[in-house]
């Protein structure tokens, strides 16, 4: 299984990396992800730090896609990088079906509105995504991401990524492994 090699950051100045990702790689894609995260009832896939997903992408001209998607547990515990398999789905509410009908339940469900930029660097493929989840309030992350084929590759990969981070001025110190769902369930909390 591929390795998504990713770093995640706060960012102090949205409209400074805005401008800089639009400067050098043009219009980004903007898109609003509803993720629904699923678990075993007894919540041993979250525990184990894996992940079960199915998020709806809606994008720009009705562009609406739906992605089924298993992260194992991190490789690589200061980024948080996961092994990753990922596939489109055809029918979003059948999936949600499947997945129940198997004895996963939804944990967590949310909204993420994100701006992306592709382009290449070191000679991977580099996804560089702007991120705001309505529900941590006016928070603003960067996360930047490639594939590593093994976990050899995974130092290398982040190399590349944290030479993207930098050349936007994002520091060592603004990265966090913080997961979304960590942050949206504290955020729930009473």
């Known amino acids: 299984m591929a390795i998504e090699a990713e770093l995640k ?39 184990a730090d894996r992940e079960l997903r199915i998020r709806t992408v809606h994008g720009p001209d009705d562009d609406t896609r739906t992605m089924l998607t298993y ?15 990922e596939t489109r789905v055809e029918d979003a509410e059948a999936m949600h079906e499947i997945v ?11 909204e ?12 991977r493929r580099m996804l560089a995504t702007l991120v705001r989840v309505p529900e941590l309030g006016d928070a603003t992350f960067i996360e930047v991401e490639t594939v590593a084929d093994t976990e050899v590759e995974v130092a290398p990969a982040l190399a590349s ?6 050349e ?22 009473p």
């Open 112 to 123: 993420k509105r994100c701006r992306n930029y592709s382009f290449e660097r070191d000679g």
């Open 9 to 47: 950051a706060a960012v102090r100045d949205p409209e400074g990396v805005l401008a800089q990702l639009e400067e050098r790689h043009g219009a980004g894609r903007a898109e609003v992800y509803r993720d629904t995260y699923y678990d075993a009832p007894d919540g041993s896939l979250m525990e």
């Open 71 to 85: 992260k194992g547990a991190r490789v690589d515990a200061a980024s948080g990088s996961k092994p990753e398999a």
């Open 100 to 110: 129940r009908g198997l004895g996963f339940v939804p944990r967590l469900a949310f």
């Open 168 to 189: 936007l001025g994002i520091g060592e110190e603004e990265l966090t492994a913080e997961l979304y769902t960590d942050a949206v369930a504290a955020a729930r909390r």
């Open 161 to 166: 990524v944290r030479a993207v981070l930098r």
